[in-house]
């Protein structure tokens, strides 16, 4: 199936687009956010699409300012608007991860352009490879059902939808559609450096699992996350209804539920029905691990009235008689 009409096929598959959709397009200038620019461009008339091409400059490498060019003039030739912010990445980073730094950026950046163009959604250009890479890296590091689901085709986040019509494209395609268009990308000369954990596993670990263990690994990686996703959306829905029958009450940024009725669900309820309700109160779970995960079960399951447990992101889970209450610290 070509390239264009597979993702077409995606878009009503999961209802990426509507008709009237105002885009920002996050423009990198490599291979894969450029096809999504192209293919989105191709769908504007069709869809009746209002389009703007969005880049930032992380501050990273010497050819960034080329790079920052080269997306603005693009965008100058298809007629559409764009938008630029430059940030430095070192600097913000010195006492983190420079993937994590940038990464928290690019979403700042996205949600500001976003408001400014007033689009109802942010189209990204992760691929199947960037998929299998995700997953594995989150195998590695340790993850439940959630991390497992990997790139989603569709997210909301702080009130904006987020859309990744490539997700089920591999890169090879995606470089077979540029040839066919006569569009040459910029390459970002830091993915063949091993400096980071995702270039580590692209460049190292994924040759080798294919080579000598699976010759189709992106693609088993990439169902995983697919089947993985449709089991926690399942579990999500009966944890919804359970939350209900819960009692949980909220006072500002604090909630409470009973705990006899909590004892009476499924462990995998239960975990699913407290990252619902951390996820209310901080927004982003990433610093989270099992091992706090054990530790909010043991309080919840066994630990006597007056017992409490320090999470990340300022969190505090208490207990009392009847309830377990969780709050922020500095709240």
């Not at 420079?98 to 408001?115: D, G, N, Q, S, Y």
């Not at 040839?179 to 450096?193: A, F, L």
Request: charged share 30%; aromatic share 6%.
């Amino acid at each position: 199936m070509p390239t264009i009409t597979k993702i077409e096929s995606i878009i009503r598959k999961d209802r990426l687009l509507k008709s009237g959709d105002r885009i920002i397009i996050g423009v990198s200038g490599g291979p894969d956010s450029l096809a999504l620019l192209f293919i989105l461009n191709s769908l504007k008339v069709e869809y009746g699409l209002s389009l703007c091409v969005a880049h930032l400059n992380h501050q990273l490498r010497k050819e960034a300012k080329a790079d920052l060019m080269f997306v603005k003039n693009i965008s100058k030739k298809l007629g559409l608007p764009f938008i630029s912010y430059e940030v430095n990445i070192n600097k913000l980073a010195k006492k983190g991860s420079i993937e994590e730094v940038a990464r928290e950026e690019r979403l700042k950046f996205l949600f500001k352009a976003a408001k400014k163009f007033r689009a109802d959604k942010i189209a990204l250009g992760h691929t199947r490879d960037d998929q299998a890479e995700t997953v594995l890296m989150r195998i590695l590091r340790g993850t439940g059902l959630y991390g497992l689901r990997g790139i989603l085709p569709k997210r909301e986040i702080d009130g904006f939808t987020i859309i990744r019509p490539l997700v089920e494209i591999d890169r090879n395609s995606i470089n077979d559609y540029l040839r066919q268009i006569k569009v040459k990308p910029r390459i970002d000369s830091s993915n063949s450096e091993d400096i980071y954990f995702r270039n580590r596993i692209r460049n190292k670990l994924l040759p080798l699992l294919k080579k000598d263990y699976n010759g189709n690994i992106k693609q088993i990686l990439s169902d995983m996350a697919e089947n993985a996703g449709f089991d926690y959306d399942y579990l999500f829905n009966i944890a919804s209804l359970s939350m209900k029958e819960l009692g949980i009450r909220r006072k500002g940024r604090n909630l409470m539920f009973h705990i006899d009725k909590f004892k009476k669900l499924h462990s995998a309820i239960q975990r699913m029905i407290i990252r619902s309700l951390l996820h209310d109160i901080i927004g982003s779970m990433r610093k989270l691990n099992f091992r706090h995960w054990k530790e909010l079960e043991d309080l919840i399951l066994n630990r006597p009235s007056g017992s409490i447990v320090d999470l990340p992101h300022q969190i505090k889970a208490s207990k009392n008689k009847n309830q377990i209450i969780i709050s922020l610290r500095n709240a």
